[in-house]
RNA sequence: GCCGAGGUAGCCUAGCUGGUUGGGGCGGCAGACUCAUAAUCUGCAGGUCGCGGGUUCAAAUCCCGCCCUCGGCACCA
């Protein structure tokens, strides 16, 4: 038996390329795996709790919980769509959630891992409550760059304990925050650190989760695993502590297999299935290290493999919500009425499970139609309305060396899905159309026709083979398609298992078949380009008013002098010349210009901005760049200008 | 900075435990065919396998150095 889990969606937003990226191949892995007579359970569900869904249900003027139910029936709508069918699609605000955390954390503390400590948090005595996660703002203590309370994630990158950050502000009201002793509990993590090392060196998977995970576990520090918070899943050992977000929501994999089937103590606890996780890279961390030190301390089964998807790019940028480069799954690819199948085959197809996908629309469409369509629907579809037209019935005679071939397509796709090689495996499913497509045009079977009807009909047959063989083993990838298709040679492809591609049935029945396939015209990708291009140019919806851009002192500057600010790779402190003031300036832009092609040269200045320090040192000011593919290229002026003149 | 992945024809990509002429796909060009959604089939053109050394009878494949790209560096999807 297996049990196969897919990464939780979070429930404060909808679901996008790069979501299908983790539950497209584990649908696939799971249906082939079925269709090789493989007990498999499949599950997934809306990770609910943390602060984000908080701030953003107060952003929306809604309770967290609707918050939830709105995101929770979206991911259901959409992976219905795209028949990803999991046994079991749960939510962890649900009850049976709630008691099988309890349990599990209660299990932990018992075992001796958990313990408290008096840390100093930031506390807002204006909005008189403390400040949890993101609803704080200050000075990373490592690098002294504007920091997040849980993370430096302008400058170091660094991970911050509750109480670390420097010089707290309240995200809310933006008033001063104070630090007060409060008590926190700690999940010691450090006391796996050989368990985990021996563990990661026998842990199945993809390559790249195995590697980072071995790389962090040399370094692991407790982990902090209560909040202040109302939302979330109440801490048994405090109840007026709630659990950090990245506690409950792995444990979700556990109460909902206790939902999907009555079986779960055998894959939970007795250790007797393999459990399976797809994730995408960007979690590898919790479910190589936290996940499976949680699991072992609180004597639960431990994961098998890992298997993490590569990142997802939008026409061969970063992935980026903020950006624009993102493509949401309902509003722009199913409103605009693709075939699901398609989608799910370019993410299969596009390149190995681990390495980064690009998703283009142009790509998209010549993949569909030279390869799903012209390859693969073409031979279906030439064969089956040929036999159908001369044949009506076909007697099934079918040569070994064509079984052979069958059977070699089929061993090697199921070897690739074992291995997570979604590509090869669907690679093989074309090779056998085309094997298909040039075995029948040197049948010649329409000449055949004309001379000699039972040579023309034995080459049918063996086409016909083919086609079943082809229907069957792209079931698991196009299944809706497939279904259209089998119907049309009489075959119901929800009973198959794949051993039958090797069976001959004695005949063949046709129906008049349809096209399987609708192509997929330039002017079909054209709204859909358009609106990723107009995001990507950057331009903010909202318009501004001429007294909204006077606001903005921009001018003319003189760089007078240039250094690199020591520990750094893209800062550089500049002193530029405004006019009435050297002024000093630190840009992100030491990676692409030196100091001495800066020096003297003319920029263009933004010089009322907010004072910030950036890596200790002060800016006063923004020197202003065009952004090329991430790359600063300064705005110069068109000629000499003397220093300090205004820009209108 | 440290770590990881990668640099193969216009584009994508296989090969990388060293060994017959570096495979495949898209695009391009030329034919063939008409059962098929101008689909299919055959053939052709196109490559200093990032750069420089080294090991070897033999290197895209192993070793060393360098350059470039992308990603990770703990709660960001």
Redesign the pocket.
């Given at each position: 038996m297996k049990l196969v889990t897919c990464g939780l969606?979070?429930a404060n937003?909808k679901l996008h390329i790069g979501?299908l990226r983790t539950y497209v191949p584990a649908d696939v892995y799971v249906r082939f795996l079925r269709m090789a007579g493989e007990k498999v359970v499949f599950i997934c569900g809306s990770d609910c709790h943390g602060t984000p869904i908080v701030v953003n249900a107060e952003k929306e003027g809604v309770k967290p919980q609707e918050l939830v139910d709105k995101y929770h029936d979206h991911f259901q709508r959409v992976f219905k769509a795209l028949s990803i069918n999991f046994d079991f699609f749960g939510k962890t605000t649900e009850n049976y959630h709630h008691e099988r955390t309890r349990e599990f954390v209660k299990k932990l503390a018992e075992n001796g891992y958990i313990y408290k400590k008096e840390i100093e948090l930031a506390y807002c005595e204006k909005c008189n409550r403390f400040l949890p996660?993101?609803y704080v703002e200050g000075i990373c203590p490592y690098c002294k760059t504007p920091a997040r309370g849980?993370?430096c994630d302008q400058g170091c990158?660094?991970?911050?304990e509750p109480g670390e950050i420097l010089d707290p502000k309240c995200k809310i009201c933006g008033s001063k925050a104070v630090f007060r002793k409060q008590t926190h509990y700690f999940f010691n993590?450090s006391a796996f650190q050989e368990f985990l090392r021996e563990y990661l060196s026998k842990l199945s998977g993809t390559?790249?989760a195995l590697?980072?995970a071995r790389?962090?576990v040399g370094?692991?520090?407790d982990?902090c695993i209560t909040r202040n918070l109302e939302w979330g899943v109440r801490f048994p050992l405090d109840e007026s502590l709630v659990l950090?977000v990245?506690v409950d929501a792995p444990i979700g994999y556990i109460s909902f297999t206790e939902r999907a089937t009555d079986e779960w103590k055998k894959i939970w606890l007795e250790g007797k299935a393999e459990i399976v996780h797809f994730i995408?890279?960007?979690?590898a961390?919790?479910h190589c290290?936290f996940w499976p030190a949680m699991l072992k301390g609180a004597n639960y089964s431990l994961p098998s493999a890992i298997v993490a998807s590569g990142?997802v790019k939008i026409e061969g940028k970063?992935f980026s919500?903020s950006r624009g480069y993102v493509v949401w799954v309902e509003d722009e690819y199913l409103k605009s009425g693709f075939n699901p199948d398609y989608l799910r085959y370019y993410i299969v197809n596009y390149?190995?499970h681990d390495?980064?996908l690009n998703f283009s629309w142009d790509v998209f469409r010549?993949k569909v139609n030279?390869e799903v369509?012209?390859?693969l629907?073409?031979f279906l579809?030439?064969i089956l309305?040929?036999a159908w037209k001369n044949f009506g019935k076909v007697q099934m005679e079918v040569d070994g060396e064509i079984l052979a071939e069958i059977e070699k397509a089929k061993d090697k796709i199921l070897n690739s899905i074992r291995k997570w090689e979604f590509k090869t495996a669907s690679d093989a499913v074309m090779e056998l159309a085309?094997f298909g497509?040039?075995y029948?045009?040197n049948s010649k079977a329409?000449?055949l026709l004309k001379s000699d009807r039972a040579r023309a009909m034995k080459a049918v047959a063996n086409c016909l083979q083919i086609a079943k063989a082809l229907v069957i083993l792209c079931y698991p990838i196009m299944p809706k398609s497939m279904e259209k298709v089998a119907e049309a040679m009489g075959l119901k492809l929800s009973s198959c298992s794949l051993d039958d591609v090797l069976k001959v049935d004695e005949v063949v029945e046709l129906k008049k078949p349809e096209?399987?396939?609708?192509?997929i015209e330039s002017e079909d990708i054209e709204p859909l380009k358009r609106v990723l291009l107009s995001r990507f140019s950057g331009r903010t919806s909202s318009e501004v008013t001429l007294e909204d851009f006077k606001k903005l002192d921009l001018r003319v500057g003189k760089v007078v002098s240039a250094e690199r600010v020591e520990g750094s790779?893209k800062l550089m402190k500049l002193l530029v010349d405004i006019g009435e003031e050297n002024r000093q300036i630190v840009a992100g832009i030491a990676e692409n210009y030196s100091p001495e092609e800066l020096n003297g040269k003319l920029v263009v200045v933004l010089a009322n901005l907010k004072p910030a320090r950036l890596m200790g040192v002060e800016s006063r000011g923004m020197i202003l760049a065009a952004d090329v593919d991430?790359k600063p290229v300064l705005l110069v002026p068109d000629r000499e200008v003397k220093p300090g003149e205004r820009i209108k």
């Open positions: 969606p979070y937003g979501h996660d993101r849980d993370e990158g660094r991970h911050l993590l390559e790249n590697n980072y790389e962090w370094n692991l520090r982990w950090y990245w995408g890279l960007d979690i961390y919790h290290i990142m970063t919500k390149t190995s390495k980064d010549d030279n369509i012209a390859t629907g073409n579809f030439r309305s040929f085309s497509n040039v029948f045009q329409w000449e096209l399987p396939f609708k192509k790779k991430g």
